[in-house]
């Protein structure tokens, strides 16, 4: 085995291996965004309410009623070994702040509709233990820290009609007076943030106190929701006093290129290109529209955009590769297992950095047994378990994401690992497609330092594809290390022929 080959498997061992072992006098220093720069981030989006909650009459829900338990931050912490096994270095904690309970979507009311900005969610929080709500956000966040796990929080782009009816002074109105409900988020209503030259000081401060609750509480950044519905110069002035703070403190912009609307005709607009002018650090590429592709030249194009689009700022930039989120539905449900398996194997194989939704590492397919049906009870006005089919539910006291699909499991852990190891190669590499006759079939490399990475991957999921295609610089001395096969490829005088089955994803380290 060469000494690459040897290196890969002693660290994929010492992975598999390891278990924390915590120092008493243990002080965490943030370097998110050192990390995120590098594209070392590995993300996992989790839902406090459900992340460890226990469903023992399997209907999807939480009756604490009947002795289930929801999720806490609390309880949390027994899952972060496991995050921490599994390759995941950074979580990214959907909102954690009290959520509106009129005009309210499911029985908990939305994450994403805030009523308070600088306080803890009720339902997030443990009421029999001694420790403040505070401390218990604190005591999660530690403990990932001790496991040397980072933590973002979600900031809502929108707030409650509970907060409406508190403080009419922060909202958009409309020519009837009333709050103007952006998109069709019937839950939420819109924040009045003012123009470029003129910030609305009320909607400034709401969020400078989030700002300052996050860094008391000890996150590690902040990931906006629907950052394009903010100014520029509002989110410059809150990136910018934010990381006086802590210079490591990430700021991540829920935007792509593919976005081009605004939330409503009242609404402002800032494309991700000028919220990274103002100071974001990173922005979700447009991987989710993976399922859509069609040919080879798709996936290329948007790598090719991507990659391009991060190098063009004077301060360091990176993209997640947003191929699954919340937002999105259960690939089990749109192309099966094979669709997981490429999102994988695409996301450790480019120089982004990997993020997913917890669930998707087992094939949850978010299907809930009791979902859109009515519930015998509410903590909202809305008596009906609403859920998003086939999307995480945020909506309602919900049972834990997980799914039985031991193969994702499988290369989840590998893929995460063995990005780990080839990160040089993406990171100092060129993006490179390898051309093919078969646009079904895609081939891309990075090289360097003598060391190839080469993805091929079958873009149709329901028919097995033939190529051929030329390793650069190949020669009788070079070697192939295989990562991710069902069978060896077979490689003649430089050349690869494959036979793919649907979907199929092959990874190679060729060493020259």
Known sequence: MNKFGKFLCASLLISAMSCPCFAQDFVWKNDLRTKFFNNEAVIMEINIRSFNSQDLNGDGFIQENLGETRG????????????KNLGINTLHVLPITPTGKLKAMGTAGSLYSAADFSSVNPDM??????????????????????????????????ASYDLYLQRPDLFVKGESGEPVIPSDWTDVRLLAVGTENKINPNVYGLYKDFVKFALRLGFDGIRADVATSKTYSFWQELIKYAQSKDPEFLWLAEASESWSGKISPQAVFTPYDKLLEAGFDGYYGSFFNLKNWKNSNELYSQISKTLSETKKYKDKKSVIGSFSTHDEISPILIKGANLSNMMIWLSATLPINSYFVDGFQTGDDYLYKMGNKPALNSNTDDDIYFTHRGQIDIFNLSRKPQGNNQNIKNNFLLGNNVKNSILPVLNNGTFTPLKTKNDKIFAYMFEYNKKQVITIGNLDFENSQKAQLKIPKYTKKSTVLPIKITTMP???????HVNMSSGEIIVLIINL
């Open 125 to 158: 929080v443990d009421e029999k233990s001694g420790l403040t709500p505070e401390q218990q956000v604190k005591t999660f966040i530690e403990e990932a820290h001790k496991r040397n796990i980072r933590v973002i929080v979600d900031v809502p782009a929108c």
């Open 72 to 83: 806490t931050f609390l309880n949390a912490v027994d899952r972060l070994d496991e995050l």
């Open 490 to 496: 077979d490689i003649k005088s430089g050349k690869i």
